[in-house]
């Protein structure tokens, strides 16, 4: 593989790395906060938690061995390093899947999917190979050097990373960034990708009244929800798309900084052992600041959506109660190809921890249909 650009890749973090960063825990400064506040922000009971199982209770060596029992490789990709784990299924018959993460996850999100994805149980199932990249300047891929790695830059790597690994036909799916990434590569290669299935689709209102007209109770509540969201825990996508250099220096500095940062989005019924391990690997791998910067140069990429017409590739939705709720009519304005469109009972934004029998149904019923 090295031969492509691809040469097998190992997690070694070191023991002096580890001792700081619980030198830094135990040394936290406190922010001030109102007795019985709400409304503010990440509470200091909530991040207090969080940073004692990270300290007293969290095993980063645990987690490691569990990546490292993958096999996981970097490709060197305009200009950049790209980390992912290639799984192979030992079903002759497995489809090759690409997997992408958002922010503030990581590769941590998909663990739970490998084993029923790449070899399940029954045999009438559908199974993949599946290549889980760390998005640039996330994670294991480490720090980006480069600017302009957007959505846009990303799906052109990824397309560029699957036909080096030999694939020429594929499925794509994703959660958060992933269900940005996921129709890019649709536009980019579309005789490649066999079908896009993600967790989200973000189309949203153009700002013609008339859109609204005859819209569903549910998908009203759903435009309710994200108008919710967007005014009340919207400032990071503010921050990191205007500023993200400057809050990078709180977050590069303090583990307890980057903990209450990026545990905002992770909800609290989500396990700590989940949200530690994501943030932990943002630390350990000192991509706090360049994974954040992923929101500006999408926000400055300079791509008019409407001047480029929807999507033809085959697209499918899975919605989770507990998370961003997309609304058909406006994803039809922009998807031309919805084939499934599937709301599960239960589960939030994570759904490959949360709901992984659900998603992994989900995502089976979708790529067999394609066939």
């Not at 095993?59 to 029992?69: F, G, H, S, V």
């Not at 590569?185 to 859109?211: C, K, N």
């Not at 940062?261 to 943030?279: I, P």
Request: hydrophobic share 40%; aromatic share 12%; proline share 6%.
């Amino acid at each position: 593989m090295t031969a492509k650009g691809i040469r097998p890749y190992r997690i070694e973090v070191s023991d002096e790395a580890l001792r700081d960063l619980n030198e830094r825990l135990d040394r936290a400064i406190w922010p001030n906060e109102l007795p019985g506040a709400n409304g503010y922000g990440q509470s200091n009971d909530r991040v207090r938690a969080l940073a004692t199982y990270w300290r007293n209770e969290f095993d980063w060596r645990a987690l490691e061995a569990k990546l490292n029992a993958y096999p996981q490789f970097v490709a060197d990709i305009d200009g950049e390093s790209i980390h992912f784990l290639h799984v192979l299924s030992p079903r002759e018959d497995a489809t090759p899947l690409l997997l992408t993460h958002g922010w503030p996850g990581s590769i941590v999100e998909f663990l739970d999917v490998i084993e029923p994805l790449t070899n399940p149980s029954e045999p009438e199932a559908p199974a993949f190979h599946l290549v889980i990249p760390s998005l640039p300047g996330y994670g294991f891929s480490g720090p980006t050097h480069s600017p302009g790695w957007s959505r846009y830059r990303t799906a052109a790597a990824w397309v560029e990373l699957m036909a080096r690994l030999g694939y020429e036909r594929y499925g794509v799916a994703g959660n958060d960034a992933g269900s940005m990434v996921g129709p890019e590569i649709g536009r980019l290669a579309p005789d490649a990708a066999i079908g896009i299935h993600v967790t989200q689709i973000f189309s949203f209102p153009s700002g013609d009244p008339a859109e609204f007209e005859g819209l569903s109770e549910a998908d009203t509540k759903g435009v309710a929800h994200l108008q919710w969201f967007w005014e009340n825990l919207g400032a990071f996508n503010v921050l990191h798309s205007q500023q993200p250099q400057t809050i990078a220096f709180a977050l590069a500095d303090s583990p307890v900084g980057l903990l209450a940062w990026n545990s905002q989005l992770f909800g609290e019924d989500l396990d700590d052992e989940f949200v530690v391990a994501n943030v932990a690997i943002y630390w350990l791998t000192g991509t706090s600041a360049s994974a954040i910067r992923m929101y500006y140069e999408d926000a400055h990429a300079g791509i008019n959506e409407a001047e480029r017409g929807p999507t033809t590739v085959p697209i499918g939705l899975a919605m989770f109660p507990g998370d961003f709720q997309s609304i058909r009519r406006f994803a039809e304005r922009d998807h031309t190809k919805i084939v499934s469109w599937n709301a599960h009972e239960g589960g939030g934004h994570y759904s490959a921890h949360q709901a992984t029998d659900a998603l992994v149904g989900d995502m089976r019923k979708f790529f067999a249909s394609l066939k």
